[in-house]
Nanobody, 121 residues
C-alpha cells in the first residue's frame, strides 16, 4: 500500500500562484509515474499533468505554459506549481501515483484524497 498526503490547496485571486505537493509513503517500488488530475463541480475528472519515471512531462492544453509538474525522488514527492491561475482552474485536485517493480508488468495505482483549489476575486 502507498499512502499519499496532498497539501497546498486554497483560495487565490486570479493571476495568483499556488504549489501543490503530494508526498508518498509505504510500498513504493523503483518505477514511479505520477500525475495530477482535477475535478470541477458537475464535470468529469480530467488530467492536468503527468511526469514519468524518466522525468518526461505531459500537460493538458488548458494549463500549458502556466503549470509545472516536478518530482523529488529522494522525498518521494510530486509537485504542481500553478501560476497565472484562472477562475476556470477552480477544482479539487487529485494526485495519482503509479508504482511497479523494475521488470514487472504489474503496477499499483493510488489516489490522494484531493485538495481544493479555488480561484476567485
Amino acid at each position: 500500500q502507498v499512502q499519499l498526503a496532498e497539501s497546498g490547496g486554497g483560495l487565490v485571486q486570479p493571476g495568483g500562484s499556488l504549489r501543490l505537493s503530494c508526498a508518498a509513503s509505504g510500498s513504493i517500488f523503483s518505477i514511479n509515474n505520477m500525475g495530477w488530475y482535477r475535478q470541477a463541480p458537475g464535470k468529469q475528472r480530467e488530467l492536468v499533468a503527468t511526469i514519468s519515471n524518466g522525468g518526461s512531462t505531459n500537460y493538458a492544453d488548458s494549463v500549458k505554459g502556466r503549470f509545472t509538474i516536478s518530482r523529488d525522488n529522494v522525498k518521494n514527492t510530486v509537485y504542481l506549481q500553478m501560476d497565472s491561475l484562472k477562475p476556470e482552474d477552480t477544482a479539487v485536485y487529485y494526485c495519482n501515483w503509479n508504482t511497479r517493480r523494475y521488470g514487472s508488468r504489474t503496477s499499483y495505482d493510488y489516489w490522494g484524497q484531493g485538495t481544493q483549489v479555488t480561484v476567485s476575486s
